[in-house]
């Protein structure tokens, strides 16, 4: 759990179980996918699932949305705001807990590749 509270970034299982061993390598894989587990049951880690991907996990306790990068994943955090929560009649017998956004699209490090890749390619055709 201290590691995921110092994170900025949102690592995965796998990110998350190195970091404990390095610091402490009795600690096995096992141990640490399970405590992931629990901490999310819990409430106290949030797991945010990347499409294709690993799921990356979230200890921040504040509330906010998430930005995921399509090109390279990157898991960024977006200020909170409230969501409308849909009418009751969209929700059938459904218990609605919370609502919260997943923004997809480029993140500022792939769009400026994108961008100098498609400016590069404007010069060659020229």
């Given at each position: 759990m ?10 995965t299982?796998?990110?998350t ?8 390598p009795r600690?096995?894989?096992a141990?640490t ?20 991907r690993?799921?990356?996990y ?15 994943g ?7 705001y ?9 929700l059938?017998?459904?218990?609605l ?13 792939c ?9 590069s ?6």
């Amino acid at each position: 759990m201290a590691f995921l509270m110092e994170q900025n970034s949102h690592p995965t299982a796998a990110e998350t179980f190195e970091a404990v061993n390095r610091v402490d390598p009795r600690s096995s894989r096992a141990t640490t996918y399970n405590n992931l587990r629990d901490l999310v049951k819990a409430g106290l880690v949030r797991e945010v699932a990347v499409e294709g991907r690993a799921a990356r996990y979230d200890a921040k306790g504040m509330r906010h949305h998430h930005f995921i990068c399509d090109r390279c994943g990157e898991v960024e955090d977006v200020e909170w705001y409230n969501v409308p929560n849909p009418a009751s009649r969209h929700l059938g017998k459904r218990v609605l807990r919370e609502c919260e956004i997943i923004f997809r699209g480029l993140c500022t490090k792939c769009a400026q590749r994108r961008a100098s890749t498609s400016a590069s390619r404007r010069v060659r055709s020229h």
